[in-house]
């Protein structure tokens, strides 16, 4: 590995943005720098549910995805029990981060990224046509920057980005919760539960392994006195699947994996000259469908206007406006239904109050479920 001359595109942050989008620039014969602050493998706050549409993509990339949980069907429950079975369609399947961002690492390492783990990214400045990244190992540079730094980092606040510097409202301030429980469910159902202000969410991952990972507000831990078994007994609870699944499922970890001031206030896709992918252009409602295949598609678009850039067809303007537009066309749907869907779900009566207007009309379940997953790439 050598460290003394410009890259082509360094990458910061090794999730699956990043790492996805490392291992097609590099079999494309391009110079890549990956850094990730942590040491692979590790666990992430991440729902776990892969839809289908991605599929292709990942096999292009050379990962081997036999064996895994297929799921095809969708449970939806409000806070009181009442609940509603819908088949998923394209439908998807379930790995847990642990185990796919290693594999990507793997794939990246073979395909000739640099990647460079325990490293992290301290400042990055933008000098005529070379980024240069301070890092916790030195300074690098790189003709182009990609931010794929997850749900909410220093740079956020470093470079003052405007949903960091916003005060607090409603999109704002959430926390996230994620076990791993083995439990008797069905493999090929993907469960969603809701209680007052937050949602849950329940699938198969490999190993017979379940991911449990839900979604709340801030002020609901505070109402628990910071206390997340506080919180899961005095608000989860209340929904009887989610009390049931608590109190009788073998949860594998001591403690949940956890991140606070979780922000889906709007982001903007290019900030100070780096195109921001996955999380970092936008989080994502666990409600549009699957943030992962999101994540792993905002790549494919930061390359497709990235390359034409590295080949000199067009200037570094244009690039970020090409990669602006094709993530509003193919993200804004998405994240407009999901954001309407999350402000319905998560109250008792308006949760309720649609799945029963939805039981009998499956046409109309399965329209919000195409708005909130894409075609296959």
Request: with cysteine.
């Amino acid at each position: 590995m050598s460290l003394d001359r410009p890259y082509q595109v360094a990458l910061i942050g090794g999730g699956l943005a990043g790492l996805s989008l490392s291992i097609s620039l590099a079999q494309k014969g391009y110079r890549v720098l990956v850094l990730e602050k942590e040491q692979y493998p590790f666990h992430r706050v991440c729902g776990e549910y892969i839809s289908m549409e991605s599929h292709p993509y990942l096999e292009r990339l050379g990962l081997r995805l036999e064996g895994l949980p297929r799921i095809r069907k969708l449970l939806v429950s409000a806070p009181d029990g009442y609940r509603l079975i819908h088949p998923l369609e394209p439908g998807g399947f379930g790995i847990s981060r642990f185990t796919l961002d290693a594999l990507l690492a793997e794939r990246a390492r073979a395909a000739g990224v640099d990647l460079l783990t325990g490293v992290k990214v301290t400042g990055t400045h933008f000098r005529g046509e070379v980024f240069e990244l301070q890092t916790t190992v030195g300074t690098m540079e790189a003709r182009v920057a990609i931010g794929c730094f997850g749900k909410r980092s220093n740079l956020d606040v470093q470079m003052r980005r405007p949903f960091v510097q916003r005060g607090s409202r409603k999109l704002d301030n959430f926390l996230a919760v994620k076990y791993h429980i083995r439990t008797d469910l069905p493999v090929d159902q993907i469960a969603l539960h809701n209680f007052r202000d937050g949602y849950c969410g329940v699938s198969a991952v490999e190993n017979g392994l379940y991911c449990l990972c839900y979604l709340t507000t801030a002020a609901n831990l505070e109402k628990g006195g910071g206390s997340i078994k506080s919180l899961e007994e005095n608000v989860l609870y209340q929904n009887p699947h989610l009390k049931e699944l608590f109190t009788q499922a073998d949860f594998v970890w001591e403690r949940p994996e956890t991140i606070a001031q979780v922000s889906f206030a709007p982001k903007s896709a290019v900030e100070q000259h780096l195109l921001m992918t996955g999380d970092a252009a936008g989080l994502i409602s666990p409600l549009c469908g699957n943030g992962m295949s999101m994540a792993f598609r905002s790549g494919l678009l930061a390359e497709e206007a990235l390359v034409p850039f590295l080949e000199n067809r067009y200037e570094r303007q244009e690039m970020e406006n090409r990669y602006h537009r094709a993530w509003s066309v193919q993200f804004s749907t998405r994240l407009r239904t999901g954001r309407l869907i999350q402000s319905m779900f998560g109250k008792p009566w308006t949760t309720k109050l649609l799945l029963k207007v939805l039981a009998p009309f499956p046409i109309l379940t399965r329209e919000i479920i195409r708005k909130t997953h894409g075609n296959a790439f």
